[in-house]
């Protein structure tokens, strides 16, 4: 993923949806905040996982998006990439995340911005997820140096209560995790 084509996605999901302020999430929220800074292996996703900022029908909305430039679209066929309509409730992010977040303007979208989190709190949400892309994608931002470990561990009192419902583990799970990822993970 470029941030080419992060612009590309978000032009078109303000012209499809007829809102102007939206939230990347996950590794291209990453992407766009550090452009060139981050490693190749940590861009290597073909979505934008997107959602509109404080729109009442946000579910609407990401179905809307997923629809028309979303994965197996005509969209996605012809450029490789697309976006995932998803929701606030999708990242699991410090309850604090927005007031670390950047505006993201590109005179390529005239009338369109996103606001993204930072890499940290993106990095959390991963730790939350877990999957085996995840893990690969934080290992690689904490031996470039993108991602900290202190600073991820300083904001787990920030993660949400753990539910599992939502797929929010313990607390402690998560230092587990975290422990797991640092310099003495064997």
């Known amino acids: 993923m470029k941030t080419d084509a992060i612009n590309h996605i978000l032009r078109s999901v303000a012209a499809i949806t007829g809102h102007s302020t939206f939230v990347i999430v996950g590794s291209a929220a990453v992407i766009a905040r550090m452009h060139d800074k981050v490693p190749g292996p940590m861009t290597l996703t073909p979505e934008v ?22 994965q197996d679209s005509q969209f996605h066929s012809t450029f490789g990439y697309y976006a995932d309509g ?13 007031g670390r977040a950047i505006r993201y303007e590109s005179p390529q979208c005239p009338g369109a ?4 989190p930072e890499e940290n709190d993106i990095a959390l949400a991963k730790m939350v997820a877990w999957r085996p892309k995840d893990i ?3 290992k690689e931002g904490l031996s470039a140096g993108v991602l900290s470990l202190a600073k991820m561990q300083d904001r787990l009192r920030f993660m949400p209560a753990a539910d599992g419902n939502r797929g929010v583990p313990e607390h402690e799970v998560l230092r587990d995790r975290l422990q797991s990822l640092g310099p003495n993970r064997g």
């Open 113 to 116: 911005m996103a606001i993204v």
């Open 136 to 138: 690969e994608w934080l």
């Open 86 to 98: 998803v929701s606030p409730e999708t990242s699991k992010m410090p309850i604090d995340w927005l």
């Open 49 to 70: 996982d997107i959602y509109a900022f404080d729109a009442a029908n946000v579910e609407e909305l990401s179905d809307l998006i997923d629809g028309s430039i979303g």
